[in-house]
Structures are given as C-alpha cells and as structure tokens.
T-cell receptor, first 115, second 112 residues
Framework: DADVTQTPRNRITKTGKRIMLECSQTKGHDRMYWYRQDPGLGLRLIYYSFDVKDINKGEISDGYSVSRQAQAKFSLSLESAIPNQTALYFC??????????????FGPGTRLLVL | AQKITQTQPGMFVQEKEAVTLDCTYDTSDQSYGLFWYKQPSSGEMIFLIYQGSYDEQNATEGRYSLNFQKARKSANLVISASQLGDSAMYFCAINGGFKTIFGAGTRLFVKA
C-alpha cells in the first residue's frame, strides 16, 4: 500500500460548490503539506501543518481551508470552487522536521476540474 | 524569501548521452538544502537527490549527480547515460528549514 494516499484521484465540480480533498499517510510524519501544480508554475504551497495543532498558510491560501484531523490525516477544502482552481493537487509529508534535508513524500495527486 | 529558477522549459537528449538540467536559486538563508524531484507522465513526484549548502562534495545517486556551485547559486542536475524512462518533468527545490520552494520545472525528452 502507498504511504501517502489521496482521495479522490479525479474530481469534476461546478463553480460555487464546496469540495474536500483528503490525504492520509502511514509514514508517521508530523509535517504535512498541500500543493497545487499548474503548467509552467511548478508546485505552489497552499497550506502546511507541522503537527496536529499547527496550521500555516502557504503562498496561495486564499479560497482554501484545511483541517488536520489527526497526525495521519490532512484535508483541503475549497469553500466555493472557481474555474482558476482547476489544477493538480498534491499532498506531501516530510521527515527530519526542522532539518535541511527535509525530503518530501508525495501522494499520487488529485486532478480537479472546476467547470 | 527563497526562489528557484529553471530556465529550460524543455530539453531533448539522445538515449545513452548525458544531460544537464539547470537550476539557479536565491536565498538569504545561510544554511539550506537543495533537491531535485522527478515527475513522470503518470504524475507522481519522486525524490532524486539532495545537496546541503555546507556539503563540500557534490551529491551523487546512481546516474544522478548534482553540480553544486555555491558562489554562483546554481544546483544543476546531471543525468548520465540517459534512458527512455528518464523522460519526465524535473523540479529543482530549496528548503531553508521551514518549507520547500519549487521551481517551474524542466521537461526532459529522451530520444531513442
């Protein structure tokens, strides 16, 4: 089984709908992240969490919210989806918190299309 | 603030030849880590190689090596003996201890 899983893998929704993307990990890492990937822009950080009680905004948090339900679970919500939120979304975890060699372990991604 | 610049949107290489993917960075941190990740067409992100800012030797991992030039703030990825399976997007990234910033990526095409 994969160490970092994301559900759903693909989602089509309509403008204005609220949707939730879920991430689970079995790596036992405290740090978790949500990124979005757009062509030509690489990965941009939406939110990150250093532990269950810690949530931090990333570069592009507007229009998104997150919930860290447990060490293993980190959910991303789009409160009212809009077409420019169409993207590939990645969840990631990392080891060695606070160290420079903080390798990221990524989930398989969720392809979201907002019509 | 940290920034990664990858100036090559796309690169072609002949199978079995070496290729260099460019990465320059900007940071005010004294200590930082540099990373390369690979994204095949299937979409997953795969960690390839890491270089610490105070590491004196260039990192190597199998066919991957990182050409680290600290004064020039560059961290180029060298892939030796390219294989068809190396065709993918490659992302350079930097971490200063709190979060990782990624570049826009370079798409590598390996020709048979």
């Amino acid at each position: 089984d994969a160490d970092v899983t994301q559900t759903p893998r693909n989602r089509i929704t309509k403008t204005g709908k609220r949707i939730m993307l879920e991430c689970s990990q079995t790596k036992g890492h405290d740090r978790m992240y949500w990124y979005r990937q757009d062509p030509g822009l690489g990965l941009r950080l939406i939110y990150y969490s250093f532990d269950v009680k810690d949530i931090n905004k990333g570069e592009i948090s507007d229009g998104y919210s997150v919930s860290r339900q447990a060490q293993a679970k980190f959910s991303l919500s789009l409160e009212s989806a809009i077409p420019n939120q169409t993207a590939l979304y990645f969840c990631a975890t990392s080891d060695d918190p606070g160290q420079l060699k903080e390798t990221q372990y990524f989930g398989p991604g969720t392809r979201l299309l907002v019509l | 603030a940290q920034k990664i610049t990858q100036t090559q949107p796309g690169m072609f290489v002949q199978e079995k030849e070496a290729v260099t993917l460019d990465c320059t960075y900007d940071t005010s941190d004294q200590s930082y880590g540099l990373f390369w990740y690979k994204q095949p067409s299937s979409g997953e992100m795969i960690f390839l190689i890491y270089q610490g800012s105070y590491d004196e030797q260039n990192a190597t991992e199998g066919r991957y090596s990182l050409n680290f030039q600290k004064a020039r703030k560059s961290a180029n990825l060298v892939i030796s003996a390219s294989q068809l399976g190396d065709s993918a997007m490659y992302f350079c990234a930097i971490n200063g201890g709190f979060k990782t910033i990624f570049g826009a990526g370079t798409r590598l095409f390996v020709k048979a």
